[in-house]
């Protein structure tokens, strides 16, 4: 064995390497705590696999965030060597899937270049599978009964909403689950049955998949296709799967179908599971034992992250869990470390100069603590909490990075990629919409009038946007529109400009430049500007095209350096395969940071807080963690949530696992926040789970007098009624000019759009929403 493979399995406990070197053929199933060395005990296994000899192409390593896969691939070439790290297939489920389907589109009914649906499209195919589902029962005495509740949803635009959402709902858990439109029928539900029928045909013709439907085809093609199944077992000779309990029923018979060979190895914690509302199944552990019946289990109880204080505190919080498959007693070696800071805080404001003030603390030099800013992190429970913290950084000139996606979230940043993906075959109709609003240099009710109309006449005409913008645009100028017309060919000018560019370009970079350069200053400027508390108005240096420009050409030269295509034959993205290839790659990559709301961890700078939602926090770790605004309007987060008793058990649980994983990502120091108040001053409860944390492992810190914040209650209540209705007055105003497009809300993502779409689609009596559906 080379010596730095021996080197490293002799850094691993006794167990851990027990686990490494366990024999290849053995399923193997590593269950543990946090913070115990699972991930790392993996990387063992996968030297070991090396060492016996499975060459490195043969070799899938299944991660849960990009940010995983490329943190593994570090970690085995360090130690392998870089080459063998490159020839690693480390990957996440959907990128894998991703590239499965696109290798056999054709088999799926779709081109290679099928479209992935985000929310937004998949909620537009649900009201179009609901509004078929209704035409095609009207007129029918039983379907009319039968559909009943369907058309009043349809005329009520709350209840619309509330039942696109449910709809929604029931077509992913159909998905994850890997139910059938037949099976729905089989058990009574007819209704079921036809919008998950609807949906799929109408995703179908509009050559496109959901997220979900990576997976289940992925199966499909597995279990239908002799062919695809010999070249994956072929290809695949050992697998590895680290967060095996976020793993969904439709992934698990996706590995099993995989891992005929038994050369399997799955590392997990059942009480880190925190993804059962994307269909996360922890049943998995026990489909696992039965179907590799030879299997070997090792558990590792030692958690070598954090201080005692920290492990007895989080081992405490979760054994409140009724619902564990496996009972984990963690123990530590570590220094007791200090007590868990609770802290209440009468504001959100309070909170963050707190968290702020303890951080320049305990950054500075002169502190005992003497941590950098890199090796301290943020947890919330909702990305809308990071905001304040994102303000008061900038203020105090405290340096920091945001995990997630928001980045790619700015208008800005979508009207780039928007005019990108115009030049790829079958761009959708939201992108070039987004385009022609960017570039039309017009006022803002002008710039929509000219959508709306577009919109109708590719409603009327059954065509593309695009069509229709070109028969409108190419029509002979005459007097009145004139210069809306003129304005409009500079748009389609500009897209036949792009696209030519792309063509001819060989470096993405200057394709991806010059694109951003044809925005103009108006549409960059409006972006930019923010208005403050006074009225006035300044620019938003962050939003700076240069500053836009710069990270966006940085991402790309990282995603060109380091991302794999994990498909033979496809190995390494180049871009010597051209810039169509290069970018249809990255979108595809951007599209899977979107849907993990990740985004590669190793772009941040080192020396930087971390920001970020418990969410993204898993398999991290920090010296030092405030988890802030942890009440009970956030962790658990019970918002509208309409479930059963037995529904709402099981939510809070897997809230608690949250707050679990939440608290184990410190290593040293840990610190837990609540609010005592909300922004609209309505009072708010400290989460009902800090009350599970033992108190003599907690230190309280600057409780609130309570009757001194009713009495301010109460004068800012009394200040508020008087001074907000002019306010209000305005507000409103100002949401009125912010009509919503279509595919402004096709392309949001979040709860929050739902509202938007039910106005929308009431307004337009659902028709230019769902135009897009139009058979051409
Ligand atoms: P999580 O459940 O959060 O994903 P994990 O079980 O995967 O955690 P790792 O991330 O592998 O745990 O390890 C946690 C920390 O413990 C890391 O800093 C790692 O370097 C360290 N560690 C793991 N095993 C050992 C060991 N045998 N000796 C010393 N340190 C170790
Ligand atoms: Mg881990």
Redesign the pocket.
Known sequence: MPEEYLKYLQ???DR?REAACTDISTPLMIV??????????MVGRVLMLLNEGISPSKILAMTFTTAAASEMRERIGSIAGKTTAKELTISTFHSFSLQLCRSHGEKLGRTSEFFIYGQGQQRNAIIEAIRLLENEKSGNKNGALLMGDLSNGLKDPKQFKDKAKKWQKFVAQAKASGRTSAEYRAMGNEIGAEILENYNNILKSCNALDYHDLISCSVMLLSEFPEVLKECQDSWKAIVID?FQDTSGMQYKFLKILASHHKITIVG?DD?SIYSFNGADISGFRSFRNDFPNYKEIRLNKN??STRCIVEAASSLIQNNSKRCQLKNVLTDNSSGSKIVMKECHSEDAQCAFVVDKILEISSNHSADNCCFGNIAILYRRQVSGKAFQMAFRDRKIPFNIHGVAFYRRKVVRTIIAMLRTTLPDCDDGSYSRVFKALLPLEKDKTMKIIDHINKISTIRKCSFVSAAFDIFSAKISGTFKSELTHGRKVLMTLEMISKHIQREKSISAVITSVANMIPEKYLLEQRAITDVDGGTFLNEDYDIRSVLQYLLDDVSEFLSTKLVEVKGEREISEDKGCTFVLKAFIDYLFECERKNFRDRRRDNENSVTLTTIHQA??L?WDVVFIVKANDSEIPLLHNFKGTLKDTAALVEEERRLLYVAM?RARQKLFILHVLMDSNWQMLQPSRFLKEIPHHLIEIQGEINLQELQIKQEALQKELTHCTTDLLVKERQSEADEVPMPHEILNNHGSETSNELAQFAEANNGNDFLRRFSVE
Not at 32 to 41: D, L, N, Y
């Open positions: 850094s691993l406990n851990q543990a705590g946090p913070g115990s060395g699972k991930t790392s005990t967060e914690d880190q070598y992250r898993k398999g770790e184990t």
